[in-house]
């Protein structure tokens, strides 16, 4: 689900399926992306990051798509593990007077055994 | 070796308390953060340190005082805060203190509860 509104999006998948998740953001001169991974009473945990001349790339069982057209990212997932379970947060970075992220509001992912 | 320590753990105090929270990381890293996370909720920017220099306060009560003693180190003082407070008190650190883009590195967080 999208990263927007107030509440936490949720998606739940099959262990071994592949997963979406999907973040709207804001600012059209955002010029780096993060993925972070948040586990329960854990910091955010760096998964995958794109800068913005690029559209896809690739790491180990993740992909990053970003369309700058509509400003979209998206984080696919393969194969996923029960391991994978987390509440992942998308990140755009922009310079006010230092790098800064602004977080979206994070997808709850479940993976069901 | 990309790791943040953050102490305490945990940390329990009352409204006239004074307490530190304590963030180092060890990797030469010129950028250092805080971030204040409520349940449910994104992480939300406090403080940027640049080259040890603040470089953005994003209009946090100045009950919050943070500090960098040196590039390794930051700290988060607290004085006289209130129980919306409570939260996990995140640092973050990111290798350019400058303009370069580059990951920025989180340390496992200090969950603060103020009674």
């Known amino acids: 689900g999208e990263s927007v509104g107030l509440h936490l999006p949720t998606l739940s998948v099959q262990e071994g399926d592949n997963s979406i998740i999907n973040c709207a953001y804001s600012?059209?001169?955002?010029?780096?992306f993060i993925w972070y991974k948040q586990e329960s009473g854990k910091g955010p945990q760096f998964i995958i990051d794109i800068r913005s001349n690029m559209d896809k790339r690739q790491g180990q069982r993740v992909t990053v798509l970003l369309n700058k057209t509509v400003k979209h990212l998206s984080l696919q997932i393969a194969a996923t593990q029960p391991g994978d379970s987390a509440v992942y947060f998308c990140a755009e970075n922009i310079f006010q007077g230092a790098q800064k992220l602004v977080f979206g509001q994070g997808t709850r992912l479940t993976i069901n055994p | 070796d990309t790791e943040v320590t953050q102490t305490p753990k945990h940390l329990v105090m009352g409204m006239t308390n004074k307490k530190s929270l304590k963030c180092e990381q060890h990797m030469g890293h010129r950028a250092m953060y805080w971030y204040k996370q409520k349940a449910k909720k994104p992480p939300e920017l406090m403080f940027v340190y640049s080259y040890e220099k603040l470089s953005i306060n994003e209009s946090v009560p100045s009950r919050f005082s943070p500090e960098c003693p040196n590039s390794s180190l930051l700290n988060l003082h607290l004085h006289a805060l209130q129980p919306e407070d409570s939260a996990l008190y995140l640092c973050?650190?990111?290798?350019?203190?400058?303009?370069?883009?580059?990951?920025?590195?989180f340390g496992p967080g200090t969950r603060l509860t103020v009674l």
């Open positions: 973050a650190s990111r290798e350019s203190g400058g303009t370069g883009l580059d990951t920025q590195y």
């Open positions: 600012n059209s001169a955002s010029d780096y």
